[in-house]
């Protein structure tokens, strides 16, 4: 992913133990395209982490006094503040948020953040939990929630340095990169106050409680498109089958496309739309049959398996769905691409149908790019070309933005960024 292309990044690091975090952050973020990252600390932080691991990692002089010029002799609170994009404070002690909060400037962090007026701040604050809980911070960290120009990356629960358990462990660190992602994005209030369900990963069908019938699906596609809903504003709900996941908007994970059904159905009767990236089996084992599932079946010569189909999901919710709402499918075929997709588009009554080629190698299952074609219920037809899932996602949303919901009122104005993709009609 290169979510941050050529972005001008500048830390901010305050004491606590997580300091060391912010060292994967720095290479984070180089790896996703980053043009330059700058450091700069506090006093206390330097107990933690010796400035030179941050030297050596952000490739950049390390900013340390509060009074410091740059190389051309203009101050550096005020030379960072013109030149980055955003302003990344992690971990941000109660401390730093207290002063950030009042408008104290007396550290070279504190005089940065109240000169990056008017530019996104995103503040991830880490600290024990009895400090968390502490009404006067808590009071402190409702004054920088109110700012628009500030995030906050909520800290999590669970086992900290001190040895306590509880609130204040520094976020997960994709969870940090999808605030600053979200925070510098473009469109980030396009999808504001919509209510959307995601489904990504290929379901899985018992055959006995060990084995079960899966495809080669990642599930990647469909969290690129979570993230980004993330990120242009939506409050998301991402249903999916992928191990180990954790993001900042509402995940559950689940396995048979029964599980997968039952939730999508219900959450579709309250969101504005459902994007079904899932790669649901086609195939489960009989109702009848499925009583034996428990234990682990004794190896045979052959094995026959009787599979009756799954309901289709997309095809109920399509037909059940109200006027107001948006129905979003996949199509991903090995032949006749568009036909296959366009027959699929009306079969399920979808609004939109992403058609994606499977038997190319370079795209689609398991891949990070993708390239696909978007068909549209009055039959306008848009390619996007081959680039990775990422920009895929955002250029998918905002098609899908213009088609269905733009026109209706209040909505906020698409600003166009670089959409690089051939609008035809087939
Ligand atoms: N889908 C679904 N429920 C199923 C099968 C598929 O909701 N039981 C959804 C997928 O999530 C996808 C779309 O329908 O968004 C198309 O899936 P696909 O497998 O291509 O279509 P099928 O209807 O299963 O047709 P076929 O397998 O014959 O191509």
Redesign the pocket.
């Known amino acids: 992913m290169r979510r941050f292309e050529n972005k001008r990044i500048l830390i901010g690091v305050t004491g606590g133990i997580a300091a060391y975090k912010a060292c994967d952050l720095i290479r984070r973020l180089y790896k996703e395209g980053a043009s330059e990252v700058v450091v700069m600390m506090t006093k206390t932080a330097q107990s933690f982490v010796a400035p030179l691991t941050f030297e050596s990692l952000s490739r950049s002089y390390v900013y340390l006094q509060d009074m410091e010029n740059t190389a051309d002799g203009t101050p550096a609170h005020v030379s960072l503040a013109q030149d980055m994009d955003v302003l990344v404070i992690i971990p941000a002690s109660a401390n730093t948020i207290a002063k950030l909060a009042h408008g104290f400037a007396d550290n070279i962090v504190t005089t940065t953040a109240l000169t990056f007026t008017h530019k996104p701040i995103v503040v991830a604050p880490a600290m024990n939990t009895r400090m968390w809980e502490n009404p006067i911070f808590q009071k402190n960290l409702r004054i920088l929630k109110a700012l628009d120009n500030i995030t906050l990356v909520p800290p999590e629960e669970g086992e900290l340095a001190c040895g306590e358990y509880g609130d204040g462990k520094l976020a997960d660190l994709e969870t940090i990169l999808l605030h600053i992602y979200k925070a510098m994005h473009p469109q980030r209030h396009l999808y504001r106050d919509k209510r959307v369900v995601v489904?990504a990963g290929g379901t899985q069908e018992s055959i006995d409680t060990v084995r079960y019938i899966t495809n080669r699906s990642s599930g990647k596609m469909g969290i690129a498109i979570a993230d980004e809903l993330f990120a242009m504003g939506a409050d998301v709900l991402l249903l999916h089958t992928i191990q180990g996941l954790d993001r900042p908007y509402r995940i559950i994970r689940l396995d048979s496309?029964e599980e997968l059904g039952r939730y999508a159905k219900r959450n579709f009767k309250e969101a504005d739309g459902i994007i079904?990236a899932?790669?649901?089996s086609?195939y489960q084992l009989p109702k009848e049959q499925k009583r034996l599932l428990p234990g682990k079946l004794k190896k045979q010569e052959t094995l026959t398996l009787e599979l009756v189909k799954?309901?289709?999901?997309?095809g109920e919710i399509g037909v059940s769905k109200k006027e107001s709402q948006f129905v979003v499918?996949?199509?991903?075929e090995y032949d006749h691409v568009l036909l296959?997709a366009r027959e699929?588009l009306e079969r399920?009554h979808l609004d939109m149908i992403v058609a994606n080629d499977i038997s190319r190698r370079d795209i689609g299952f398991g891949s990070d790019d993708n390239e696909v074609t978007l068909l549209f219920r009055d039959k306008e037809r848009v390619d996007i070309p081959k680039t990775e899932k990422t920009l895929v996602a955002r250029q998918l949303l905002v098609h899908l933005y213009q088609k269905y919901l733009a026109k209706r009122e209040d909505e906020p104005e698409l600003q166009e960024d670089s959409l690089t993709e051939e609008r035809t009609s087939d």
């Open positions: 489904t496309a079904m899932a790669a649901v086609d799954t309901p289709d999901i997309l499918g996949f199509a991903a296959h699929k399920k």
